[in-house]
C-alpha cells in the first residue's frame, strides 16, 4: 500500500495525519525519479555529490522536486510543441512522408521555443510551479505526525490544525507532482527523448 493509498484510507481519521502521508507520497516519488534517471543515465551517480541526500534528508528531497516540477513542465511544454504539428490528425490520415516532414516541423518548433526561453530579450516563459508549498512541506509532515507546543502563539501544532482545505490542497500539489514524474518515465521509455536529453545536456556543459 502506497502513501497516497493511505492519505485517502486516514483522512476520515484524521485528515492531519493524511496529509502528512500525503508529504510522503512526494518523497517517495522523488527518490523513484532519482533511481530511474540513473537507469537511463548511469553518469548521473558519478555526477551527484549529495546521492545519499536524496535517501536521508528530507529537505533536499523538497528541494530537488520543486526542480523536478519545473523540468517535468519544460519536458511537458516540449512535447506538446513538437507534437502540435499533428494536432487535428488521426492515425492514418498522414502518409510516411508526411509524418516524417510533421516531425521534423515539430522539432523545428521546439528547438525555436528552447532557444527563446534562454533568450534574454523574448518574454518570460511562465511555468507555474507549486514551489511555495513544497517550502512547507517538511512542516506540514510534522504537523501531521507529531503535536508541539507554540510558545509564542500559545497554541498547540499537530494533526488537528490540518483543515479540508489544506488536505485537498496538499493532495492536488503531490498528485500533480506524482503525474510529472510518471510523464517523465513514460516518454523516457522513447529512444529518441533520451537521445534528445543528451543532447540537451551536452549542451547546457558547453554553455557552462
Known amino acids: 500500500m502506497d502513501h497516497m493509498e ?3 484510507l486516514s483522512k476520515s481519521v ?5 496529509h502528512g502521508h500525503i508529504v510522503l507520497a512526494g518523497e517517495e516519488a522523488v527518490k523513484a525519479m532519482v533511481l530511474f534517471n540513473i537507469s537511463y543515465d548511469p553518469d548521473v551517480l558519478n555526477e551527484m555529490e549529495d546521492f545519499d541526500e536524496y535517501f536521508s534528508n528530507h529537505k533536499h528531497k523538497h528541494e530537488t522536486i520543486r526542480n523536478l516540477e519545473h523540468t517535468g513542465l519544460l519536458l511537458e511544454k516540449m512535447m506538446m510543441i513538437q507534437m502540435s504539428p499533428f494536432q487535428g490528425f488521426k492515425g492514418g490520415d498522414l502518409s510516411f512522408e508526411e509524418v516524417k516532414v510533421k516531425a521534423i ?11 527563446d526561453l534562454v533568450d534574454d530579450s523574448k518574454p518570460e516563459v511562465n511555468l507555474k510551479t507549486n514551489d511555495a508549498w513544497w517550502r512547507q512541506a517538511e512542516i506540514y509532515k510534522k504537523e501531521g505526525f507529531y503535536v508541539d507546543i507554540l510558545k509564542k502563539q500559545k497554541d498547540w ?7 479540508e482545505k489544506k488536505f485537498h490542497k496538499g493532495r492536488k500539489v503531490v498528485e500533480s507532482f506524482i503525474s510529472k514524474v510518471q510523464f517523465i518515465e513514460e516518454n523516457f521509455q522513447d529512444e529518441d527523448v533520451i537521445e534528445l536529453y543528451k543532447e540537451l545536456k551536452e549542451s547546457s556543459k558547453r554553455i557552462s
Open 6 to 8: 493511505i492519505a485517502n
Open 14 to 18: 484524521s485528515l492531519g495525519i493524511a
Open 105 to 115: 516541423e515539430g522539432r523545428k518548433k521546439m528547438i525555436q521555443w528552447m532557444s
Open 157 to 163: 501544532s499537530g494533526p488537528h490544525k490540518c483543515s
